[in-house]
């Protein structure tokens, strides 16, 4: 069974970096795409940014120039760097698999969806 | 690239159908037919419930069932049940932005 369990500090100073590290169980890392997604306080899911084990990267235009995430295949582990956090970037950061989009038909896709998910983990941004 | 669009609520009965609506553009939704949905209780993490817009994921109760017509998708919730109670979002990849893109979410209640 895939697990994965999100780790780091619960709170983060304004101007300062959020770091998290997600572990992964059950499977290699060097399958799949991995990924991280956040929900802020009573809101929606807004997606952040994936990883792949090679280390190709693709991130949400929004969080870019502040984002940096990279993967661990001896510790089967992927992190998050949220650089200059503010009051928006408090959330519950969860990391996810994705399985990824593929050509599995004439002219078809499928894939593309988050099948395993973390716990979360709560981050608040405080002085 | 903003939020797909769900209604903020539905309720029913128990025993009822009730469907949520996740309205895209022709860059995401209406792209591939790979709309996923998530089921969210509160204070827990979202689970896989349909994906590639039809298919439900083993262990998942067939009273979940996912459509989809252009721009918009569909998930209907059969049989509603007190378990069923929880927020619903959709997600589809928005690839003209290369981004996975949610739904602003649906609470569903049962009444």
């Known amino acids: 069974q895939v697990q994965l369990q999100e780790s780091g500090p619960g709170l983060v100073k304004p101007s300062e970096t959020l770091s998290l590290t997600c572990t992964v169980s059950?499977?290699?890392?060097?399958?799949?795409?991995w990924n991280w997604i956040r929900q802020p306080p009573g809101r929606g899911l807004e997606w952040i940014a994936k990883?792949?084990?090679?280390?190709?990267?693709n991130f949400n235009p929004s969080l870019k120039s502040r984002v940096t995430i990279s993967v661990d295949t001896s510790k089967n582990q992927f992190s998050l760097n949220l650089r200059s956090v503010t009051a928006a970037d408090a959330a519950v950061y969860y990391c996810?698999?994705?399985?990824?989009?593929?050509?599995?038909?004439?002219?078809?896709?499928?894939?593309?969806?988050?099948?395993?998910w973390g716990q979360g983990s709560l981050v608040t941004v405080s002085s | 690239q903003s939020a797909l669009t769900q209604p903020a609520s539905v309720s029913g009965s128990p025993g009822q159908s009730i469907t949520i609506s996740c309205t895209g553009t022709?860059?995401?939704?209406?792209?591939?037919?790979?709309v996923s949905w998530y089921q969210q209780h509160p204070g827990k993490a979202p689970v896989l419930i349909i994906y590639?817009?039809?298919k439900r994921p083993s262990g998942i109760s067939l009273r979940f069932s996912g459509s989809k017509s252009g721009n918009t998708a569909s998930l209907t919730i059969s049989g509603l049940q007190a378990e069923d109670e929880a927020d619903y979002y959709c997600c589809s990849y928005a690839p003209g932005n290369s981004l996975y893109v949610f739904g602003t979410g649906t609470k569903v209640t049962v009444l």
């Open positions: 996810a698999r994705l399985t990824p989009r593929y050509v599995c038909g004439s002219g078809s896709y499928c894939g593309d969806y988050f099948d395993y």
């Open positions: 059950g499977d290699s890392i060097s399958n799949y795409y």
């Open positions: 990883i792949y084990y090679s280390g190709s990267t």
């Open positions: 590639e817009v039809t």
């Open positions: 022709s860059s995401d939704v209406g792209n591939y037919n790979l």
